[in-house]
């Protein structure tokens, strides 16, 4: 099959795969950056660590080498309106003139109303083609009482809704 074609191809395959809307943060004060994110999944649970696939010419790749932390915000439906901003509408600090930003230890940004954040410490990183696999072990996690992901399928924003079996 043909580079390009196979390149498509994944492309589709891979607007079949569902997840959870994440924006992931570093940095601190005026040196913080964040990113919405789909490639994001757990590794263990002992340690707890996450895997979060971030490209190199994202403006967060930087931030987080230096820091050697971040925090992976799952979003909510509640959060819809994030999802753009931080998918390039908004550059900078301006990503985060839009929801409930709180800091954490020395400035870290977490959103304070996210279904769940993660805060991690980077302890392993893979360049593979155009991103950095990113290995971080989790230190703190904050969990929201509702839980309604919002999920990113075809392109578009979606929400799940229990089946009756």
């Known amino acids: ?15 079949r795969l569902a997840a959870t809307i994440a924006i992931v943060t570093s940095g601190n004060g ?3 950056t964040g990113m919405a994110a789909t ?8 340690p707890p660590t ?10 967060l790749s930087p931030v987080m080498k230096c820091e050697r932390r971040f925090c992976v ?4 439906e509640r959060h819809a309106d994030i999802v753009g901003i931080f ?20 400035g870290l940004p977490i959103l304070s109303d996210a279904a769940a954040s ?6 392993t990183t893979v360049e593979v083609g155009t991103h950095t696999l990113v290995i971080g072990e989790v230190t703190r996690v904050y969990c929201h009482s509702t839980i309604d992901p ?10 799940t809704r229990e089946l009756c079996l």
């Open 150 to 159: 919002l999920i990113w399928v075809d392109g578009r924003l979606a929400r």
């Open 118 to 123: 993660l805060v991690c410490t980077i302890s």
């Open 50 to 59: 996450l895997l979060v696939a971030v490209n190199r010419n994202a403006s």
């Open 30 to 32: 005026d040196e913080r």
């Open 73 to 76: 915000n799952l979003l909510a």
């Open 87 to 106: 998918s390039g509408q908004r550059k900078g600090l301006a990503r985060f003139e839009v929801g409930n930003w709180t800091t954490f230890d020395e």
């Open 1 to 15: 099959m043909e580079e390009e074609a196979l390149r498509a191809d994944f492309k589709q395959a891979m607007r």
């Open 39 to 46: 490639a994001i999944t757990s590794v263990t649970s002992d």
